[in-house]
């Protein structure tokens, strides 16, 4: 083991959600042919190493924009966790290696993440109290303030067994500021669903801008998340789904409940702000829908959706094919601003969009 910093043999940890290993991997095949096989640490964990610097592999990864990558976090050193020096220790060497990587001005974030065997498999999991621990002696080393709530540079550690891996970037590059991308929020007392947490991801991910008012049409609303969610922004919601709405929004001043099926009030319907689509259908369906409803926006206006995956018998490649169809279909309307399965995705991928037309 090391005991410098590896700029030539840089690597990456990437994170996915378990279940969607095989498309991710589809997806680095697709945009880096040559990129070595990503070896699998734990569920949803892989390290990958590089031909170049993680700067440039990150920027690459702007413009690939793959669908099923969570969080990405470079590996620029490995430093060796003994019983004398400890995991502290081995923190505090691999980050005097890269201490040039984060200037004194920088306000510094410290994550760490430990990968643990549960059974055969193996799982990663925070290590906030380590954070903490660690955060005076990385403010000692580097000279930067230290806030891992709000970082612009950020202090990655993995700890996998006896190894350490150790890297530093732009918040930006990881993709996530969160570690492994998992964004948490706090659960509220009024809260509908947990359904909320996807829109709410959404809209923090891809820098969606609400208007301060105005008219959500949302789609498959039920039990009502993304409505509470949409009414929380000042928006009126009008929200269309066979089933019920929670109580809580039954006799709202701001909600419109049209109880059908949005297939049979969207021709002749009124203009719209947003519109938000969260029905659980097959997302060929969705997409039509999406393209028909894009006219009801101003142009520029926000849109996002959830595309279902279909669910069984269905190979990974054809369930990418059908995910890449339908973001093709949707730019003919829309601008895409992104399409992420998000960490509060299920079986299921979030896209954010922009009307292309003047509808309306
Ligand atoms: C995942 S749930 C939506 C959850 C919702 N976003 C929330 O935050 O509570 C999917 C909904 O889509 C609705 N749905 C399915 N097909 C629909 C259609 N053709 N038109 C309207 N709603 C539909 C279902 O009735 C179901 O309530």
Request: charged letters at 25%.
């Amino acid at each position: 083991m090391t005991e410098t910093a590896q700029p030539d043999r840089a690597g990456v940890l990437l994170t996915c959600a378990p279940e969607a290993q095989g498309l991710l991997r589809l997806e680095l095949a697709d945009a880096w042919p040559g990129l070595t096989a990503p070896q699998w640490l734990a569920d949803g964990l892989a390290l990958v190493r590089l031909p170049g610097g993680f700067e440039a592999f990150a920027a690459e990864v702007g413009r690939a924009a793959p669908i099923f990558l969570r969080h990405l976090a470079p590996v620029q050193t490995e430093q060796a966790v003994t019983p004398s020096r400890g995991v502290m220790g081995a923190m505090k060497r691999g980050l005097e290696l890269l201490e040039d990587m984060a200037p004194a001005d920088a306000v510094l974030g410290v994550q760490v993440r430990r990968v643990v065997a549960s059974g055969d498999a193996a799982r990663v999991e925070r290590m906030t109290a380590l954070e903490r621990e660690f955060a005076p002696t990385a403010a000692e080393v580097t000279r930067c303030r230290i806030d891992t709530a709000h970082p612009e540079r950020i202090v990655s550690t993995l700890i996998v067994g006896d190894r350490l891996l150790m890297g530093i970037s732009d918040v930006a590059a990881n993709l996530s500021a969160w570690p492994g991308g998992e964004r948490r929020f706090l659960e509220l007392d009024d809260q509908i669903s947990r359904a909320e947490f996807k829109l709410l991801e959404a809209l923090e991910a891809f820098g969606v801008e609400m208007p301060a008012s105005g008219v959500a049409l949302d789609m498959g609303a039920a039990p009502g998340g993304w409505t509470r969610v949409l009414l929380e922004k000042g928006l009126s919601v009008v929200a269309v789904d066979p089933a019920k709405l929670h109580p809580s929004l039954v006799r709202h001043e701001r909600v419109t409940h049209v109880r059908a099926r949005i297939e049979d009030r969207l021709s002749g319907a009124a203009p719209v702000d947003v519109i938000v689509n969260d029905m659980r259908i097959d997302p060929r369906a969705s997409t039509a829908i999406m393209l028909q409803a894009a006219s009801l926006l101003p142009c520029g206006g926000p849109a996002v959706m959830t595309l279902k995956l279909p669910e069984g018998g269905v190979t990974d490649r054809a369930l990418l094919a059908t995910v890449r169809a339908s973001l093709a279909r949707l730019r003919g309307a829309y601008h895409v601003i992104g399409a992420r399965r998000l960490f509060h995705n299920r079986s299921e991928v979030t896209v954010a969009l922009q009307a292309k037309s003047t509808g309306g």
